[in-house]
Each structure stands twice: as structure tokens, then as C-alpha cells.
């Protein structure tokens, strides 16, 4: 990384979207930086009685979970799309809008209430990861459906409802914008090159590691070159794989791992539970094949520079282009070095 780019502003360019996002990193150099505490501890019970995700409590639409063992999934009671509805489709002028459907679903990721992906043991997030794999081969064969996403909202900050660990599945008719992006760009670079472009990328950031934080035989977790976040990370699998469904065994165990040990860096940086929203991108269902495809992983986490001070999307940001302040290296950097065990447990030992 050049010394000058690394302390002036600049502008990165995002290979998978073709959108710019500028780079301030002299804004570091601020004399307010925001207040920096440590957050108090939560301690969380295992099972609470009137929490509508732990086992054998009635949700708020009258259904009552099972006593589950394992990752458990239900249609969610209060969707944002229905899974059937009118078709229409209206074109006045200027004016569009058509029907859309879409399949809602919860997956609580444990029973156990007090825990988080960080605090998890790596054999039950792969039981989270067989979750995964299953919905996304059975909501993506179902007719209408063209895309499967994956994704979790932890903490209240990111809009997270309930405190029991869990993630959604939203399966619909219709394509996201920013799938329809990364499909277009994904694609372009396979025709010319015939190879992934997320491979080619990551062929170049093993060989710099400078953005590098984890990787294991089979996934590398990084904080990608044009990242908007303050510390968001893409976990990128070293095979060219279009969807989660490929992963053998052995992968899941090292994908979980790597999951894990990010998290426990993420809580580490602050000594908080770190909020974040996290997604899963792949290749989109239907029937179709696409080659062209690499699913990656993103966390999207808002902390800027303590537990309490915060990164919101605002002003310029919202009118004309995303903005960050560290630089994806000095994020890295931070990361990458931050211990391998969770707080909590490091304070217990002492």
C-alpha cells in the first residue's frame, strides 16, 4: 500500500459492484475522536421465559417451538413478503411497480439463549452451516424462487429484535440490486478470462496479506480493498465455488472456524459484543448455471472507535458517495492482531 494513499484521501474502486467509495484517513488525525469506554458485560441466561425464539416458549402468532436441540427454522410469523400474493405489474409512463413473493424464514442458530457466534463451539456453527446448506437447496428448487439470501443482524444497533442467537433466510421471485451487480460484473470477467474474479482478486491479496486477517487451508477472511465499513470483512472460500451447497465436510468445519475466530476478534477489538450485519452472497437459483459466480461472506459492523462511538451512513454519504475514515489496512492491521481468545474467557483466567 503506498505510504501517500495510506495517510491522504483517495478513492478505492469496488471490482464486484463498480461503485467508488472514498478513503479519509487524515480525518483520523481529528481532535475528537468520540467518547472511548468499555461496555458494561451482558450476561444473558440460557433460557428465557418469555423470549419468543428459545425452546418450548409460544411465539407472538400462538405457534409453539419445539424443545430443539439443534439450529431450528420456522416461516417467520411477521414476514416483509408474503410467499403468495396478487400478480400485477403496472407500467404508467414513468411509473413502475409489479407484485413480488418471497419465501421468510427464521433460523435460531442454538437453544441456548446467552450465546453468540463467537461463544459458540466450532462443531455447533456447523450445524448452523448444514442449516444453511439445506434451505438454500430447498428454497432454491422451489418454483418462482431465483435467489436465496442468507444474512444475520446481531445487536440491537443493527436493528436486531431479539437477543436469542439467530439469522433469516429471505428466498424470492425477483433478483436484489445488489446481486444484479455482482452477477454483471462477475460475469464480464469470466467471459474474457475464464476464470472467477473473486479468485483472481484473492490471488492478489494472499500475495500482499496486507488486508489478509485469518485463513485456513480451505477460507481466508479479509477486510476487502474498497470496504465501506469501519472493520468490515469478506470471508472468500480458496475454491471456486458458485453457492454454500458445495462445501464437503471437511470445508464446513474450516468455514465455521474461520467464522468463529473472526467474531472472537470482533468482540476482542472493544471488549463488547460487536454488532454487525453479516450476508451471505452466491449464485442465484432458478436452474440456471453461473459459472461465473465465487460466494463470498460480508460483515458489515458499525463500531468506528470504541464500544459506544458509532459509524453511520450520513449526510455526503447518503447524497453522493460512501465515505470511510481507517484505511482497509489499518483495519486489518487491528484485527489481525487482536488474541485468538474471546475476553470474557481471557478475564475469567485471570
Known sequence: MSETLNSAPHRRYNILTGEWVLVSPHRTKRPWQGKSEKAAVEKRPQYVPDCYLCPGNTRSSGAVNPDYKEPFTFENDFPALMPEGPSEKISNGLLQAESET??????????????????????????????????????????????????????????????????????????????????????????????????????????????????????????????????????????????????????ESAFAEIIKQLCIRYDNLFNTSFPYSSGIHQAPTGGEDHPEWHFHMLFYPPLLRSATVKKFMVGYELFASPQRDITAEQAAEALRNLPDIHYTRLQNER
Not at 212 to 222: G, M, P, T
Request: contains cysteine.
Open 102 to 251: 418471497c419465501i421468510c424464514k427464521v433460523v435460531c442458530f442454538s437453544p441456548d439463549h446467552s450465546l453468540t457466534l463467537p461463544l459458540m463451539e466450532i462443531q455447533d456453527i456447523v450445524k448452523v452451516i448444514e442449516t444453511w446448506k439445506k434451505e438454500y437447496k430447498e428454497l432454491g428448487s422451489q418454483p418462482g424462487i431465483n435467489y436465496v439470501q442468507i444474512f444475520e443482524n446481531k445487536g440491537d444497533v443493527m436493528g436486531c429484535s431479539n437477543p436469542h442467537p439467530h439469522g433469516q433466510i429471505w428466498s424470492q421471485r425477483s433478483l436484489p440490486p445488489e446481486i444484479v451487480k455482482k452477477s454483471k460484473h462477475q460475469l464480464e470477467f469470466w467471459e474474457v478470462n475464464k476464470k472467477s474474479l473473486i479468485k483472481a482478486y484473492l490471488e492478489q491479496e494472499l500475495e500482499t496479506q496486507e488486508r489478509v486477517i485469518l485463513q485456513n487451508d480451505h477460507f481466508v477472511a479479509l477486510v476487502p480493498y474498497w470496504a465501506v465499513w469501519p472493520y468490515e470483512v469478506m470471508i472468500v472460500p480458496r475454491e471456486h465455488y458458485q453457492h454454500i451447497g458445495q462445501l464437503n465436510t471437511e470445508e
